[in-house]
């Protein structure tokens, strides 16, 4: 087990490396110039070279990579061409918003999306009609809708929230809180619809196999089967679907940010993107790509504490 475990870790280190090239490759394909954008039109062609051979650009492509990769590895990330301030620093800063947002945002999904599916599952009638209703709005309404709305009736027509902006951390808990409570919902709905329908499906699925059969053949109650045996071991494409979206909850903010005003990683990454910011674009899209396979992988791991048979699999 430990030698499949050992291999697993170098198989997501040689993913992140092959990621990591294929990042810098298509952030070179980019149209413009970093140089042309921060020096503006009036610029000089000598004034732009100087610049150019300054930031290191006009030097190979698989040398700029090597530098990059070993700055990433040593935990330099650069310094970005629009703030002149280290990208890690950046980083950090706008993940003290996203981050909490989308902890939030799933937990607000699975505490919906779980005890619905699995009920719906179960009991049918109401809470199967309750379920699709609920499933197919919040899936076919988009993100940035719900946020609009709710800024139109919570913080316009009542005046209950803020309709956009981050006090942050620093101004206190419940502030910083209080404004991210709409983006939140926002968030969620779209999630918890797609939870609702893959946590009854797999509930269904687990109702029909031998072990709830023997469950309620021992006279337990409907409650007990459906809570201590048939949703623990319907966890496992539950899990899955729920890592699939925290990674779209970190990466795909960036709507739901814009609308609100939120100072997120997403919301950093479009501007990189705007300003051709290539250093910052760069790590903010590794850190997604590096996101993704990091919670997949630990995704996997988790089916080997849920379900005993996967061990001795390994």
Excluded at 12 to 19: G, K
């Amino acid at each position: 087990m430990i030698t499949r475990l050992a291999r697993r870790f170098a198989g997501l280190f040689i993913t992140l490396l092959i990621v990591s090239l294929l990042i810098f490759a298509l952030m070179d394909l980019l149209p413009g110039d970093p140089a042309s954008i921060m020096l503006g039109t009036s610029a000089s062609p000598e004034t732009l070279a100087a610049l150019r051979d300054e930031l290191g650009l006009d030097q190979p492509l698989i040398l700029r990579y090597g530098q990059w990769l070993a700055g990433v590895l040593s935990g330099n990330l650069g310094q970005s061409y629009t703030y002149g301030v280290p990208v890690a620093g950046l980083i950090v800063e706008r993940l003290a918003v996203t981050l909490p947002l989308a902890l939030m945002a799933i937990v607000l999904s699975v505490a919906i999306a779980l005890p619905l599916g699995a009920l719906a599952a179960s009991r049918r009638g109401v809470f199967a009609i309750i379920a699709t209703l609920f499933s197919q709005i919040s899936i076919a309404v988009p993100a940035f809708w719900v946020a609009l709305l709710m800024i139109i009736l919570f913080s316009t027509l009542l005046g209950l929230m803020p309709a956009g902006g981050f006090p942050g951390w620093h101004e206190g808990f419940l502030p910083a809180l209080q404004a991210l409570v709409m983006p939140t919902v926002a968030l969620a709905m779209p999630q918890a619809g797609v939870l609702t329908r893959v946590a009854r499906s797999a509930v269904l699925e687990a109702m029909h196999e031998d072990f709830a059969r023997t469950a309620v053949a021992k006279g337990l109650s409907s409650s007990a089967v459906l809570w201590r045996h048939i949703v623990p071991n319907a966890l496992i494409p539950i899990l899955t679907m729920i890592g699939l979206q925290f990674t779209f909850l970190v990466a795909g903010a960036v709507l739901v940010e814009n609308v609100f005003n939120l100072p997120g990683l997403g919301r950093l990454a479009l501007q990189a993107l705007s300003q051709r910011d290539v250093i910052v674009m760069q790590d903010v899209v590794l850190f997604f790509a590096g996101l993704v396979i990091v919670v997949n992988f630990v995704v996997d791991l988790s089916y080997l504490a849920i379900d005993p048979r996967m061990r001795k699999a390994v």
